[in-house]
């Protein structure tokens, strides 16, 4: 079940009465663990996609630059690659990677001018040809994905809430009329209700709202099945990657007083008019329509107002194919009492890497009895917090420092029970 045609996250607000690891001796894999900067502002770099060539294993920085990828032992003498918009790509091997204490810093494509007028182009065009372009450009055969996931509410600047899983995806073809699919493998997550006041937020959906990001497969959910009259596209600029022009897209909304809808870039790939990444947020101005996708339940006595909505998805090429990679989405709610003097403000955060894929079935094909309902809310246990090692091998996107602190915290106070 497919969630409302905007509705990417929903929130149910309910009333209670630095450097590389070097402990790499006794396990199988080699951790890689470090941060992305640009070479001459020193400015870190976030959501950059860090692939080990050759084999599907993947992850993404966080929004500090860091990141952490484990590489097993067997595949040691492998390089690994750095990719991110705008920069030249960065090849390096997993040796020495190591003697640079997992620091990298990329440098900045030179702009050259393209053998055309980029003024000239019709950005209604390039969109329609990337969605006629799907079968070309994504996978049709169905995939099977790992993929890390990691949800986090805070009130104010302290964390009240820290969800991580990691969940295996069916994913369909792009032309199959079949939904993707997710499965809970191992997950994990913790709350102080002693900071939530009497308001609890509940992220409904888990993993399924970073799933529907992909709009090339669900491009009604966020452009509406009517996006050319609905939105405007305008050319804006172009960027490089991997040697290639990056056409970039600028998409606005035509006023309505009916909807809440969605202002954003579009970052195409101008060879192949594929979508590299999309970038956007919700217009908020339409207050009562933009809370009407979020909100499923609250309660009578508190007035809530939507402050922030921003989204995000990337793709990864390989093999002359597009492949969903990323995808973030950050949220803010602002909460008015009716007999209270103060009003909280709570924000949520929800990213999800893929970090493994094939396109063969074996055993990891999800039965439908094991399969995550739309609706789900992952789990309120603080079940593995107090493990250092709960990931073992799975590649994980790095908590940033916050997030870090938050987790130390949790196992600090689970260590003292």
Known sequence: MKPSKTGLIILIISLFVFNVSTQNENKEYIELKGRITDRSTRAALPYCNILVIGHNIATVSNSEGEYLLKVPKTLENVNVVVKYIGYKNYVVSVDNLISLNGNIALEQSAIQLPQIDVILIDADQVVKTMFDKIAINYPTQEMYMTAFYRESIRKARNYVS????????????????????????KARKQVDYTKLDTLVFKLMGGPYNN???????????????????????????????????????????????????????????????????????????????????????????????????????????????????????????????????????????????????????????????????????????????????????????????????????????????
């Open 162 to 185: 820290l969800s991580e899983a990691v969940v295996d995806i069916h994913k369909t073809g792009y032309y199959s009329l079949k939904d993707d699919a997710a499965k809970l493998y």
């Open 211 to 417: 799933i529907y990001l992909d709009i090339i497969k669900y491009p009604e959910i966020v452009l509406t099945e009517n996006m050319f009259g609905k939105f405007t596209f305008t050319f804006d600029k172009y960027e490089w990657m991997d040697d290639k022009l990056i056409y970039v897209i600028k998409f606005e909304h035509n006023p309505t007083r009916d909807e809440a809808l969605f202002n954003g870039r579009l970052y195409i790939d101008a060879n192949s008019v594929a979508l590299k990444s999309a970038v956007f947020s919700l217009n908020l101005k339409n207050t009562e329509e933009a809370m009407k996708l979020f909100i499923k339940k609250k309660p009578l006595n508190a007035k809530v107002t939507p402050v922030q909505a921003d989204y995000r998805v990337d793709y990864v090429e390989k093999d002359g194919k597009w492949y969903y990679a990323y995808s973030r989405i950050e949220l803010g709610m602002k909460i008015n009492w009716k007999k209270k003097l103060f009003n909280s403000t709570y924000y949520a955060t929800v990213e999800m890497a893929v970090t493994d894929q094939t396109s063969e079935n074996g055993s990891r094909a999800i039965k439908y009895k094991e399969r995550l309902k739309s609706n789900v809310i992952i789990s309120e246990t603080a079940e593995g917090f107090s493990d250092t090692d709960f990931w073992g091998p799975l590649n994980v996107i790095e908590p940033e420092k916050p997030i870090e602190t938050a987790i130390k915290k949790i196992q600090k106070q689970l260590e003292s029970k």
